[in-house]
């Protein structure tokens, strides 16, 4: 089992950044695709970003691009989202989450909920205009 704490969620003003971090408890993440998800009142789910097991391959919705990163730190069991120049439809619950399954790398695979098994509490991001 693998346990996924998330932090770095608050409010801020459009324009502001914030920096996510998901903390991975019980198994190393260095074996796992990693996500990062967010879900925004009376909306789906969508992948904002995904990172490959060595971070050589990553995945961005077309309308956080060039606004996000992600990143990952195996050696601290940690995955980073930083995001820039913040919008107010950034507004969302954040969720980190972790894809034990797939070894090969497929930006369609990595941006399915569908496929991660491990799902962190959530942290609310709040962009006001």
């Known amino acids: 089992q693998v346990q996924l704490d998330e932090s770095g969620g608050g409010s801020v003003q459009a324009g502001g950044s914030l920096r996510l971090s998901c903390v991975a408890s019980?198994?190393?993440?260095?074996?796992?695709?990693l996500g990062w998800f967010r879900q925004a009142p009376g909306k789906e789910r969508e992948c904002v970003a995904a990172?490959?097991?060595?971070?050589?391959?990553?995945y961005y919705l077309d309308s956080v691009k060039g606004r996000f990163t992600i990143s990952r730190d195996n050696a601290k069991n940690t995955v980073y989202l930083q995001m820039n120049s913040l919008k107010p439809e950034d507004t969302a619950v954040y969720y980190c989450?972790?894809?034990?399954?797939?070894?090969?790398?497929?930006?369609?695979?990595?941006?399915?909920?569908?496929?991660?098994?491990?799902w962190g509490q959530g942290t609310q991001v709040t962009v006001s205009s």
């Open positions: 989450a972790a894809d034990p399954n797939h070894l090969l790398w497929r930006a369609v695979i990595a941006a399915d909920g569908a496929n991660y098994d491990y």
């Open positions: 019980g198994r190393a993440l260095g074996n796992y695709q």
């Open positions: 990172i490959s097991r060595s971070s050589s391959s990553t």
